[in-house]
């Protein structure tokens, strides 16, 4: 199998942090039993600025978001991660419940087998939180489940929503779920009376069935739904609601977003959404999709054959260079059978045209989803063995089936709905191992569809980006283009590519273009080479888009040098300037230089590194702020269900939740050692040593036990409170010393700072996630991409975009979205910092805007941004200007333009 890049991406990673900080605010909000809106609903609102839905049936209060994420954006890692946050961060358990709901028994059983294989990067996800303590099972292994294994670490059940459907007069198997089971009796034993009363009874006794559906009450299992648009129904949400969930975290690409509960449509409370741009930019998916169509079925079969031959032979070429392999695939959408229309292109007939008219080995057509199962016969069709290049279907392919190496869609078919589209439009969309490929064609995906519109076509795929894939359709617009004419074909690997000459200038002497080369990587710098004489530029091969900027940051000190490494690019990758989108042949590229040190003589790009001394000796302060605010809450692990007064199920406090988990477990004897070991492994701390973590965590409890008169038994019985607490404890500290040592660095000698290109950002347009778009009805003119991200329609900021689109000086502005990886930041004490806008002077100059409310501007934090910003234009010779309008004061950007102050 293809080796895939499996490190989560920071789309992921920012999912799970907002994931986090929902369920942390969760805790954070005081709500009496009498408050008409749930902690959870507040929560989400303070997140999102939405409003939110309770799951029907399911207790109210209890945590119900989705997270969004279209088709080849990897939910089921985020699932995994999820995991150990919802157990650190609202259970607060080390033994978490969870019920793993899938669409389907094939895509349980590769959940079931991507969990339980210990070199998976699923496993390893689980594992990062709970180590080797883990039980993966289905339903049938959990109807056995014991007590040990059910206490003694994280329990995941995976498992279809039908395998705890009980319908009326049905005898069905997932009624076992709800039987008295002699299998499961030792988990009902020693049970207090809050305990009992969650649970069934059999009938006229006090005594708890002993099923799997008591089981899990009594665990209050977190619920992870996959492809949660496949589980809507009321009887869905009736059956979540039979196993008292903790909390219920949705993952799907097209989320349902009605809310009208008279006609039993609730919308899902997406917490977070993923945009194709992230995913393009984090190598996730192949875009854009190039279009082509004929209305001879026939001819567009042969187009489709010759792109994939095309592609084959490319992809050769990329092992060669990276040992990647690919076998490109082409999926061949037939038409199904007719009684009415003999002539319709059905799989046979299109098995048949490949065979006899193309000569293609049977061996290497693979039918599904028309009678046939002959995907289900390949164990790894990424196997280098593997001879399959075509595979034909109608509509549905085996479920689960994600193949990278499925470059190509042909229908042989006018594409009629959406629906048509998108069963199998997603296959053709994600990357061979997430990793962005040297050569562009590698990098998009085929469509070759018998049409007479294209228009029509296109419409129909746009349509299924966003209905079946989960894409915005502001971004699908863009995804699809026109293929009609583009050659896939390759120039030799050893082919030379010219650039046009540079102006005559000192910076472009043959000596100082070398010098300036000669700082590049080795195996970069063997295959481009200049001609003091013509002044060109050459370049060996087929330049990336990685070469491509690494050469623009290098040479960024040689005039005229950008334009011609960007035309070098777009000729060694054939890309035509009919191919841009309107402007973009002319446009230079966006380069803004960010601020450096020096160090040892060194010129390094301005970090953390550079004023905080790892690792921290944590164990040398003082815990003062965890004695003054650690209190012991009485009763506040205790609790039980309420009954609101519509007489629903009721959530009134997480330390309900946490209370009914902690009563569960049966734990051993504590001492003070294991406690601080158990502490220490809660708190994430990389810049601290573990010995020093645990000296400052012992002088914490020895502390606040002798201040507090606490035992150590207590201390354990609220080790979740405790970890709290220290937290926030240890934050304060680390920002106190992250500011001590960072204004320091800045009172020894400004001199050792200086902006520089060569260590800066080239914004591209791949990279660029504009999240979420703009969609304003006010046409921007400069901005430097088509699309702007995080943008409103309306306010101060939007008003600041403005003044710089219309601003004479301007040639182009970027709207610079916050915390993503090809952002422009500049680094404070504790964080980066996003200003709102960069713009691209037409003399050159770079300047940069953080618009601020008149509320704000005053804030230290603020000031610390004004600071920064004008050390990186004071260290940047002129070439650089900063400003932070504020009070609508947007004279200001046209003052510091003309003063360059």
């Known amino acids: 199998m293809a080796k895939v890049n499996f490190e989560p991406r920071n789309y992921q990673l920012q999912a799970l942090d907002d994931l986090s900080k929902y369920l942390k605010r969760i805790g954070d909000i005081a709500s009496s039993q009498g408050d008409a809106i749930t902690p959870a609903a507040q929560a989400f609102a303070a997140r999102t600025g939405r409003g939110y839905v309770e799951a029907p049936d399911v207790a109210s209060g209890t945590p119900y978001v989705c997270v969004r994420i279209p088709t080849g954006g990897g939910k089921t890692l985020v699932a995994a991660h999820s995991v150990g946050v919802v157990a650190r961060d609202y259970l607060q358990t080390d033994n978490p419940m969870v019920l793993w709901l899938v669409p389907s028994t094939t895509i349980r059983d590769q959940t079931l087998n991507a969990l339980r294989n210990l070199d998976h990067p699923y496993r390893a996800a689980l594992e990062e939180n709970f180590g080797r303590n883990l039980s993966v099972m289905t339903v049938d292994e959990a109807l056995s489940l014991s007590r040990p294994d059910a206490e003694g670490g994280a329990c995941i059940i995976v498992a279809t929503m039908q395998a705890f459907r009980v319908e009326q007069d049905k005898d069905s198997d997932a009624r076992r779920v709800y039987r008295d089971n002699g299998n499961l009796m030792d988990h009902f034993s020693g049970l207090d009376a809050a305990q009992k009363m969650r649970l069934e009874m059999v009938e006229g006794t006090n005594r708890p069935v002993a099923s799997l559906e008591n089981v899990l009450r009594l665990h209050r299992p977190m619920v992870i739904v996959d492809e949660a648009h496949n589980s809507r129904t009321p009887l869905s949400y009736e059956t979540l609601s039979r196993f008292q969930p903790a909390v219920i975290l949705e993952l799907t690409a097209t989320p349902q977003l009605k809310n009208d509960p008279d006609n039993g449509q609730y919308a899902s409370n997406v917490l977070f959404h993923v945009s194709a741009a992230e995913l393009k930019a984090a190598e996730m998916i192949k875009m854009p999709i190039r279009l082509e169509t004929d209305p001879d079925w026939r001819q567009t079969v042969g187009k ?34 007719s009684k009415n229309d003999p002539h319709r292109i059905v799989p046979e007939t299109l098995l048949e045209h490949l065979t006899n008219d193309k000569n293609i080995p049977r061996e290497q057509i693979a039918l599904h989803g028309v009678g046939f199962k002959e995907l289900d016969d390949i164990e790894d069709i990424e196997a280098r063995d593997c001879p399959v290049r075509y595979v034909i279907t109608v509509q549905a392919l085996k479920e689960g089936w994600d193949c990278p190496f499925a470059y190509v869609l042909c229908s042989v078919a006018e594409l009629g709905s959406a629906t048509a589209v998108e069963q199998i439009l997603g296959r053709v969309l994600r990357m061979p191992g997430t990793v962005r490929k040297r050569r562009e064609e590698l990098n998009r995906a085929y469509a070759f569809v018998a049409s007479k519109s294209f228009q029509s076509a296109a419409a129909s795929l746009r349509d299924g980006l966003v209905d079946g894939a989960g894409f915005e359709r502001l971004e699908a617009k863009d995804m699809v283009q026109n293929h009609g004419g583009y050659d896939l074909a390759e120039d030799p690997a050893d082919y030379v590519y010219d650039a046009e000459p540079l102006p005559e200038d000192e910076t472009t002497t043959q000596q100082a273009v ?5 700082k590049l990587p080795p195996k970069l710098k063997e295959r481009v080479s200049y001609d003091g004489g013509t002044r060109k530029l050459s370049v060996r091969g087929r330049m990336s888009k990685e070469d491509r900027n690494l050469i623009i940051l290098t040479t960024a000190k040689v005039k005229g040098a950008d334009r011609q490494v960007d035309r070098l690019f777009r000729r060694s990758n054939r890309i035509t300037e009919t191919e841009l989108p309107e402007g973009d042949a002319e446009k230079p590229p966006f380069i803004v230089p960010r601020l450096g040190v020096f160090r040892q003589g060194e010129l390094e790009l301005f970090t953390p590194d550079h004023f905080l001394d790892l690792p921290w000796n944590l164990a040398a302060c003082d815990p003062a702020r965890f004695l003054e605010t650690f209190r012991i809450k009485d009763g506040g692990i205790g609790g039980e269900v309420d009954i609101d007064e519509k007489g629903k199920l009721r959530i009134s406090t997480i330390e309900q939740v946490q209370g009914q988990l902690a009563a569960v477990v049966r734990e051993p004897a504590w001492t003070l ?23 400052f965590i012992q002088t914490a409890l020895e502390k606040v036990m002798e201040a507090r008169g606490y035992s150590l038994d207590e201390l354990a019985r609220h080790k979740y409170a405790v970890v709290r607490e220290l937290r926030t404890a240890i934050e304060d500290l680390r920002k106190k010393r992250e500011q001590e040592s960072y204004g320091a660095l800045f009172a020894a000698d400004a001199s050792r700072f200086e902006t520089s290109a060569e260590i800066g950002i080239v914004f591209d347009e791949i990279k660029y996630i504009p999240d979420p778009p703009y969609r304003g009805a006010r046409k921007f003119d400069h901005h430097y991409f088509p699309i702007i991200g995080d943008l409103k329609s309306h306010g101060e900021e939007f008003d600041c975009a403005c003044h710089l689109d219309e601003h004479p000086d301007v040639r182009y502005w970027l709207r610079n979205v916050d915390r993503k990886p090809n952002s422009f930041w500049l680094q404070l004490p504790s964080a980066r910092f996003y200003p709102d806008f960069v713009a691209m002077l037409h003399d050159g100059r770079i300047l940069v805007v953080e618009y601020k409310g008149a509320d704000r501007f005053d804030n230290p934090s603020e000031q610390e941004k004004l600071k920064i910003g004008n050390l990186w234009a004071d260290a940047s010779g002129g070439q650089c200007l900063f400003v932070m309008p504020t009070r609508r004061d947007f004279k200001a950007i046209d003052r510091v333009i003309e003063t360059g102050k």
Not at 317 to 328: L, M, S, V
Not at 514 to 518: F, M, Y
Not at 687 to 693: G, I, L, Q
């Open 514 to 518: 070398e010098t300036v080369l000669s």
């Open 673 to 695: 050692p294991r406690l601080v070991n158990w502490i220490d492994k809660g708190i994430h701390h990389p810049d601290v040593t573990k010995p020093a973590a645990r000296i």
């Open 304 to 337: 489709a054959l010759d792109a994939r031959a095309k592609l084959e032979e490319m992809a050769k070429a990329e092992e060669a260079e990276t040992g990647a392999y690919i076998r490109p695939i082409i999926l061949f959408q037939a038409q199904a059978k």
